[in-house]
């Protein structure tokens, strides 16, 4: 069966994944001073982020719109794909599922909408692995891949700044604690589709301490990510600490805008996927 994959981009895959796996990715969309820019498009990330404080009002972020979905889905189709699996952000974090739910209707069940629970690399990890799995799996298999990988992936960011996040309002106890968090580094885990405190540091070098802790106190990895918004330097030094804990080098990510408007400049986190255990399925 010719299986077709699509995400959106706030999988942070890269443009050269994407081609190498044939996966289709729809651009979210960042809102400028009333002007809607396609993620990815007409500005690089580095220079988005070196901009984003000063940038007012504040930038937006939107869905595609499911109409952009089911021309996606159309072309596809009509170039000999069989099914599509559309696997997409946490559907509590944004409107991208249900956008793409809406236009998936149209087509029957040609078209799956996954909602993968998860955001950045930790969406990216389970399209690639998808996408992997298309070229020589049925759907079966790949749906019993996106399972074991969802249950070993572990999404960690530490923000820099709160300004962001609370201008956002995407979490709501961030908007009640603000006074009392607005000079502490606040660590984010995204799990069961929300977001949840894992507490903060004082200073910005206790917080990177306590993220290699993180990762350390894992165990065997599977895969690693370093994700960051213009933190290259802190990034790249993580991913150096661990380069021996996983067989393949740890992928380093400037996340996507979409994602970096509301979390702010200056984050790092990791996306790591635990090794299975012996007997585990």
């Known amino acids: 069966m010719n299986i077709g994959i699509v995400t959106d981009s706030t999988s942070d895959i ?10 289709t990715v729809v651009p979210a969309i960042v809102v400028i001073n009333g002007v809607e820019y396609l993620d990815g498009k007409g500005f690089s990330r580095e220079d988005y982020y070196s901009q984003l404080p000063t940038i007012s009002p504040p930038p ?11 021309e996606t889905y159309q072309k596809l189709l009509a170039s000999g794909v069989e099914k599509i699996l559309s ?33 950045s690399l930790g969406l990216g990890f389970q399209v690639l692995a998808a996408a992997q799995t298309a070229l020589q799996e049925n759907l079966e298999q790949i749906h019993a891949t996106l399972n074991s990988i969802r249950s070993r992936i572990q999404v960690v960011a530490m923000l820099d ?7 956002s309002g995407r979490v709501s106890w961030v908007r ?13 885990e995204v799990k069961d589709s929300q977001i949840h405190r894992l507490g903060e540091t004082r200073t910005r070098t206790k917080g990177l301490q306590r ?15 370093i994700v960051h918004t213009n933190a290259l330097d802190d990034a790249t030094q993580m ?20 994602i970096g ?21």
């Open 211 to 225: 993220l290699t802790e993180m990762i350390d106190s894992i165990g065997p990895l599977e895969q690693l990510a």
């Open 60 to 70: 937006t972020t939107a869905a595609p719109s499911s109409g952009m979905f089911a």
């Open 261 to 281: 408007t509301h979390v702010g400049v200056n984050a790092i986190g990791f996306v790591s996927i635990k090794a299975k255990t012996p007997g585990y399925d």
């Open 239 to 258: 991913a150096e600490r661990f380069s021996s804990k996983v067989s393949t080098a740890p992928l380093i990510r400037n996340v996507t805008t979409v």
């Open 161 to 167: 700044t709160l300004e962001q996040l609370k201008r």
């Open 14 to 23: 890269s443009a050269e994944e994407a081609e190498t796996l044939n996966i």
């Open 87 to 119: 696997i997409h952000v946490a559907s509590k974090l944004s409107g991208i599922v249900n956008a793409a739910q809406v236009a998936a209707k149209t087509f029957g069940d040609r078209v799956q909408v996954i909602d993968s629970g998860q955001l």
């Open 176 to 188: 009640s604690s603000l006074g009392t968090l607005m000079r502490i580094k606040l660590f984010l």
